[in-house]
């Protein structure tokens, strides 16, 4: 019988690491492939989708979002992947001048979302099409912000990942970013 009494505390252990192990597990982010009509991308499950009214750089617009925020347990390494798409105007896309002007204006109009600071922009190309990209990594905060923008046939489209520094999250970002794809 002593026996048994000295194995109770060990077993109760044993099924407490156990369920803490099968917790912390089951809130691991899951990725899965989203796609609509127009394009793809992989990103975590549990994402929600959105429409909201706000001004672009080609006006007052509905932008559709589609986003994955962690929940509490998951803040250890990203607050956000966002993927958000408005149309753009054929004005703005009639030749390859146009579309840069588009990109610089849109671009900067998606810094002050994040920044009243100065913040270098780079041409970038995403899934064969011209983008403008910034990175927001100042010293005092705990975040990285990565953002891309593309223009594609009439959408201007937008991927954002804010993520916490020092964890390793380039594989996850890379795959976000690589895995962005347009129908055409």
Known sequence: MRTFYKLVPAIIGILTLSLAISACSSHKNRWSK??????????????KEYDKIQVTAFGKQNVHYIEWRPQSLELNKFKL?????TDCPQRFTTDANRI????????????????????????????G??????????PADN???IV?????????????VVAKKDYHTN??????FNSFQVFR
């Open 34 to 47: 989203y796609a609509d009509k127009s394009f793809s991308i992989r990103m975590p499950e549990e994402r």
């Open 148 to 160: 891309k923008q593309v223009i594609a046939g009439n959408r201007r489209y937008d991927l954002t």
């Open 143 to 145: 975040v990285i912000t």
């Open 100 to 127: 840069n002007e588009a990109l610089d204006s849109s671009i900067n109009v998606r810094k002050r979302d994040f920044t009243e600071l100065e913040v270098s922009t780079q041409p970038i190309d995403l899934a």
């Open 81 to 85: 992947f966002q993927v958000s798409y």
């Open 129 to 138: 099409y011209p983008g403008r990209a910034f990175i927001l990594n100042l």
């Open 171 to 176: 594989n996850e970002m890379n795959d976000f």
